[in-house]
């Protein structure tokens, strides 16, 4: 009986060993508050377990850094592959000697009295916090519709795609023009298979600017460093897509004019199917526009920061890209029982997956509802890794590193106030 | 001479639009709204539509006085032409609501418009509503919007105000992406 198992007591669970959860831990082991970081596979397990192999970093190898450790090989420049990538984290986690227990799923984690219960399948914990460092990506995002698509498609996801080989001849229709979306419509098609690419809301960014890699831009010109109080509207921000960016040791643009130039169809966001017949959206051009004046503001913005800070003339000239090239009369329909099309892939997102939460701080979107990764109505209970956290770059590797501190921080405070409160608890 | 800079006034009220979003997000079952026409046919393919109630914030609400639309057809469709056709109602609905927009825009973002007018044309094969040819569509082929606006700012920003319209108008997602409908008969 579960019920019955002896619980382990500690102060602090980590649900997760990725480089939040052990970024948090780093932080707590400072503290000297007792903790443990529980992980269903192995150290960095997403990263080994939900990627395609061509992926790498979106971040060149000089931003992949953690509390106390960063990334010291001949390539500042270069971006990881996911070998490298786990490497770096395992690498991580043996440099603080993390409490890591692998091979250990949470199967519930709920409120009792003094804190929360974690049950797994290898035992049980008790703890007066629990940090939610499980990742903001293990579910991919279907759109509802997904259900109708003709049972001859073979419906792919990111998380399950490896490489296009795996994929059955025939045309690929990619729904969703994000980082995700962009790196796997370019590619299959260069596997020698047709590709439609449904495009609905999208972030453009080149990959360098001026000659210097936009991540850098990002980063001085203090983009990434944007708090929740710089962000006027949070809901638009905490649901931007992931940007039009690839890794890759040339460090080429991969945007939709590249996609245009490559052979790869536009059309617009996959609105409906009717019938067998997928229906895009006429707003293609509309969606273009916008992303092509966003861009150009964020540009304007590094041009600003590049005249204050005065290395402007030290830099390339300016050139902008040129506009998104929409074509006439974008193809709004797409028959998907003609045998033409023979995969999909639904690169539309991803969530988390609280399936195992049973605390009730979801809102009615199943999204966690807290205040910078203080989670609402659940005192001790802590979220880290989740799109805008505390700031733009709290999804990003380096950005694990403040929002670790600010969290562990704010539990430090909790942890102490719960003692004051009952100095027999045993909190370490 | 110190000069008072005049507030921005495009007559939206950006901070209710702001302040209910706020409010329907925490209550969104008060989001849901049914807009409502009434449509009585008069003689040919002439009808006549009256606009009065609507549902919305969780009851029944009613415009300040109800409105009337004649729709026909022209001349040259051997009609009596006692009113637009309905797909340039449709025209009107894009129009009205894309320019709307772009007051709202125009006020979040603090610039004030001068003058916005707008040309709508669709472009239609009459072939297909008459059956003439299966392979036209009925509806339009494409839709083309051009905007003049005067506004204190710059083209960018004003380019601006004009596509952030169309991300966030019902009529544009209603003309672009498919939706249901129902008709029923009794």
Not at chain 1, 1 to 30: E, K
Not at chain 1, 137 to 150: D, G, Q, W
Not at chain 2, 110 to 130: C, R
């Amino acid at each position: 009986m579960t019920g019955s198992r002896r619980a382990v007591r500690t102060t602090t669970v980590i649900v997760g060993a990725g480089h939040t959860g052990l970024a948090v831990s780093h932080f707590l082991t400072q503290r000297s508050i007792a903790h443990v970081v529980i992980e269903r596979g192995e150290v960095a397990n997403a990263w080994r377990t939900q990627r395609w192999d061509s992926l790498r970093l979106l971040t060149p190898n000089w931003q992949s850094r953690l509390p106390g450790y960063a990334y010291d090989g001949d390539q500042p420049d270069g971006f990881m592959t996911m070998p490298e990538v786990i490497g770096f984290i395992d690498g991580y986690a043996a440099a603080i000697d993390a409490p890591v227990l692998t091979g250990t799923t949470v199967t519930s984690v709920r409120q009792v009295d003094g804190g929360y219960r974690v049950e797994t399948d290898k035992g049980v914990f008790e703890a007066p916090t629990v940090m939610l460092a499980s990742g903001a990506y293990n579910r991919a995002s279907l759109p509802a519709i997904a259900t109708e698509v003709p049972e001859t498609i073979t419906n792919v996801t990111p998380l399950a795609y490896r490489r296009p080989a795996d994929l059955p001849d025939g045309a690929v229709l990619v729904v969703g023009a994000s980082a995700t979306g962009i790196q796997l419509a370019d590619e299959i098609h260069r596997s020698g298979r047709p590709v439609t690419l449904a495009v609905g809301e999208h972030v453009r960014m080149p990959r360098t600017y001026r000659g210097l890699d936009v991540m850098w831009w990002m980063d001085r010109a203090g983009v990434l460093d944007e708090g929740l109080d710089d962000i006027d509207d949070l809901i638009r921000g905490r649901n931007i897509p992931s940007p039009q960016l690839v890794g890759t040791p040339d460090r080429s643009t991969l945007d939709l004019n590249a996609l245009t130039d490559a052979g790869i169809e536009l059309v617009g966001r996959l609105s409906a199917l009717r019938d067998g017949v997928a229906l895009f959206s006429g707003s293609l051009r509309n969606k273009c526009e916008l992303a092509d004046l966003k861009l150009a503001r964020l540009l304007d913005r590094f041009d600003e920061w590049a005249l204050s800070t005065g290395i402007d003339g030290d830099l390339e000239p300016p050139n902008r890209p040129a506009p998104t090239r929409v074509a006439a009369d974008p193809r709004l329909k797409l028959d998907l029982r003609g045998g033409e099309i023979s995969t999909i892939v639904w690169a539309t997102g991803f969530s988390a997956d609280y399936s195992w939460l049973e605390v009730p701080v979801l809102d009615r979107k199943g999204r966690l509802k807290h205040d910078g990764g203080v989670v609402t109505g659940a005192p001790g209970l802590y979220a880290i890794g989740l799109n805008l956290l505390r700031r733009r770059k709290s999804s990003f590797i380096h950005g694990a590193e403040d929002d670790a501190r600010d969290l562990t921080d704010h539990l430090a405070a909790f942890v102490d106030g719960v003692a004051r409160r009952d100095p027999a608890a045993p909190v370490t | 001479m110190a000069t008072q800079e005049t507030p921005i006034d495009n007559g939206v009220n950006v901070q209710a639009l702001l302040d209910a979003r706020n409010a329907l997000t925490d209550a969104p079952e008060a989001a849901q709204f049914t807009w409502r026409a009434n449509t009585e046919w008069q003689r040919g393919t002439h009808s006549n539509s009256t606009i009065e109630t609507f549902f919305g914030l969780g009851g029944e609400q009613t415009h300040r006085s109800s409105f009337s639309y004649d729709a026909d057809h022209p001349e040259v469709f051997a009609s009596e032409d006692n009113g637009p056709t309905p797909v340039e109602f449709v025209l009107v609905g894009l129009g009205a609501c894309l320019t709307a927009g772009i007051a709202a825009v125009a006020q979040n973002r603090g610039i004030q418009l001068n003058s916005v007018k707008a040309t709508i044309e669709g472009n239609m094969d009459i072939l297909g509503i008459l059956g003439g040819d299966p392979d036209v569509r009925n509806g339009f082929n494409d839709i083309k919007v051009k905007y003049q606006i005067d506004a204190d700012a710059s083209p960018e920003e004003i380019q601006g105000l004009v596509a952030q319209s169309q991300k966030r108008s019902a009529v544009f997602d209603a003309i672009t992406n498919p939706t249901n409908i129902t008709v029923e008969v009794n």
